[in-house]
Structure formats: C-alpha cells, structure tokens
Nanobody
C-alpha cells in the first residue's frame, strides 16, 4: 500500500509559479508510474501530467504542456510538479497519483493523495 501526501499548493498571481511535491510512504514508488490530475470547481477531474518509473518518459495534457514539468526522485520517494506561467484556469485541486505507467486514465492509478488546492488570481 502506498500513501501519497501532496504539499506546496496555495495562492499565486497569474504568471507566477508554484512547485507541488508528493511524498510517498508505506511502499517505495520506484516501480510505479506517477502522475498528477486536477479538478477545477464544477468540472470533472482531468489528467495533467505523468512520468514513468525511470523518469525517462513524461506526458502532459495540451493545456499544461510547455508550462508544467513533472519530475521524480525515487531515492526520496517523491514526485514534483513545477508549474510556471500559471493562469486563472489552472485553479484546481491537484492530486498526486501512482499506478500504471504512461496512462491518462484515472482508473489506471491505484493510489491517490488527498489533493492540494492551487488558486491562481488574475
């Protein structure tokens, strides 16, 4: 069983940056694909980014490509999401997930964090 805890969310002005962290415990995440999903108010949860267990392959939703960067440090059992050039439409609860590599489907991820709120003001 993997327990995921996100941190780093908060309030930021448009154009600013935020770095989210996801610390895993209970089991090493080294062989899991990891990712981030987000859910904006009144909208469905959506895929944001994923990374393979080696960190060699990353994938991004079109809406965040070029602005967000996902990375991982398996030695620290931690995954990161660097978010730059933030827009008001990036406002959402961000969830760290662990499971199948390279998937954009929420059903393919067995482990979910509790989420961290990111609010971008215009």
């Amino acid at each position: 069983q993997v327990h995921l805890v996100e941190s780093g969310g908060g309030w930021v002005q448009a154009g600013g940056s935020v770095r989210l962290s996801c610390a895993a415990s209970g089991h090493a995440i080294v062989y899991y694909g990891m990712g981030w999903f987000r859910q904006a108010p009144g909208k469905e949860r959506e895929f944001a980014a994923s990374i393979t267990w080696t960190g060699g392959i990353t994938d991004y939703a079109d809406s965040v490509k070029g602005r967000f960067t996902i990375s991982r440090d398996n030695a620290k059992n931690t995954v990161y999401l660097q978010m730059n050039s933030l827009k008001p439409e990036d406002t959402a609860v961000y969830y760290c997930v662990g499971g199948r590599e390279g998937s954009r489907r929420s059903d393919d991820y067995d482990y979910w964090g509790q989420g961290t709120q990111v609010t971008v003001s215009s």
